[in-house]
């Protein structure tokens, strides 16, 4: 059998479904020789089993076969799975007829192959039917996440830390090595993962996002891995997890300190072997995807207190980049605020000359403990109060400092006030609630795992 050179750019999951076992292993041995991971079934009805049991690319299914046909199974499989969580479909049959193949693709297939076809053929479509899966997979996380905001800017700074930070960004972001990026919450951890992924070659392919502190311990390996049906209590649909997702492109864990140990080792196995098993299933799935990490702990503390695993340290810590705060760059700020002058003053509606006299001098005299972050909230709340034409030095409220000056809180710097508020927070919370963590969690609005971010980070018994 020959191949078509240079066709086949995307490998994908085929279900291979035909009771004629010598066209079953001569379809499956080709496929496989193109990179493709097989799995053949002889009659529709243990298709419907494996298909209840994980999520393919591509159905490829012979029509007529023992006790139910390919057209049957196609019709069970569209009344049963959302669009989302269904395969692209392709319909083989030596008994070709015009109502036949309207039927299959009113079903819902996307090509449609008369027997005998030559295995060229075959390898064009299912090459077709794995791109235009992936491409409905990506689009499908573009619409969740389109009313989401992004900070689309790119990365800003003229310090020398700071141009390190994007040289580092831009020599590896032409390989596929493991990222670990590092520094306080606001200093725009997330950025240098989106700029490296940007410029990656996988840039046309998703840069996936999770927030490991802000998923429930209980539900963050089915987010990450993925489940199938009759996993667990409420499974009621097989689900692609984040990894699955990310095929291809990029998968970025933010706040990977707060990971408990067993999905530690679940995520090692994932760097060191390239495959994880969706919670229920009984294969691994193979995934091809770029790994860029991101905490504001120190994860060698967490390794010498046995928190967190050596080995899956020494795997995420490949490239290290470590993103300063604001205080330590303070040269940065003045560039930063006109990039944000200029941000939202285009955003609404408005035209400013400038900051007035002195109020420069006074955001750089701040301590910034929320970093980049707060300075652009500062600075987009002067521009919607200040009545223009230039942004005056009393509509520049530093919401930090106000509230702690309010507040009766200790004689502390700014950065030990902010610590102050977080650990009597849930002190308070925690005494309100009998000292049950659920409780406590619910009345401050956060989840259980945020909590147990803050218990570790404060040390709180």
């Not at 810590?317 to 330590?328: H, M, T």
Request: net charge negative; glycine share 6%.
């Amino acid at each position: 059998m020959q191949t078509v050179s240079g066709i086949m750019t995307n490998h994908g999951s085929i279900l291979l479904v035909d009771d004629e076992a010598k066209i079953r292993h001569a379809l499956a041995s080709a496929l496989r020789d193109e990179g493709h991971e097989v799995v053949v079934s002889d009659s529709a009805r243990d298709a419907q089993r494996l298909l209840a049991r994980r999520l393919f690319d591509v159905l490829l299914v012979d029509n007529l076969m023992p006790e139910m046909t390919g057209l049957d199974l196609i019709r069970e499989l569209v009344a049963s799975a959302p669009e989302g969580e269904r395969p692209q479909i392709l319909m083989m049959t030596a008994h070709a007829t015009v109502e036949s193949a309207i039927e299959a693709m009113k079903l819902g297939a996307i090509d449609y192959l008369q027997k005998p076809f030559e295995v060229d053929e075959l390898l064009v479509v299912v090459s077709r039917a794995v791109e235009l899966q992936r491409l409905r997979t990506h689009n499908r996380y573009l619409i969740s996440e389109r009313d989401e905001e992004f900070n689309h800017y790119g990365i800003v700074g003229r310090s020398r830390r700071m141009q390190h930070v994007i040289r580092t960004a831009e020599l590896v972001a032409e390989t596929k090595s493991t990222v670990l990026i590092t520094g306080e919450t606001g200093t725009g951890k997330e950025m240098v993962a989106r700029a490296i992924h940007d410029r990656s070659p996988q840039r046309e392919m998703p840069l996936i996002k999770v927030n490991c502190a802000a998923i429930p311990e209980a539900l963050l390996e089915s987010e990450l891995f993925g489940h199938v049906r009759g996993a667990f209590t409420g499974a009621t649909n097989n689900k692609k997890g984040k990894f699955a997702l990310a095929d291809g492109g990029t998968i970025f864990l933010d706040e990977i300190g707060t990971m408990t140990p067993a999905l530690q080792a679940k995520l090692l196995r994932v760097l060191q072997e390239r495959e994880f098993e969706p919670l229920g299933a009984e294969r691994s799935q193979k995934v091809d995807v770029r790994v860029i990490a991101a905490t504001n702990r120190d994860v060698r503390q967490m390794v010498a207190e046995g928190r967190f695993q050596q080995d899956l340290y020494y795997r995420l810590n490949v490239i290290p980049i470590d993103v300063p705060p604001l205080r330590e760059r303070r040269e940065d700020i003045p560039v930063l605020v006109e990039h944000f002058i200029r941000k939202h003053t285009a955003r609404a509606g408005k035209r400013f000359e400038g900051l007035e006299e002195g109020a420069l001098e006074s955001l750089q005299a701040y301590d910034w403990p929320g970093n980049v972050r707060e300075l652009e909230n500062t600075i987009e709340r002067a521009v919607v109060l200040s009545p223009g034409p230039c942004i005056k030095a009393g509509t520049i409220s530093i919401l930090g400092a106000t509230a702690m000056q309010t507040t009766g809180l200790p004689s502390l710097n700014l950065h030990q006030n902010i610590d102050w508020v977080e650990r009597e927070t849930i002190r308070r919370a925690l005494d309100a609630s009998g000292g049950v963590k659920k409780d406590a969690a619910e009345r401050m609005g956060i989840s259980q795992r945020a909590l147990s971010y803050y218990l570790a980070k404060h040390r709180i018994d």
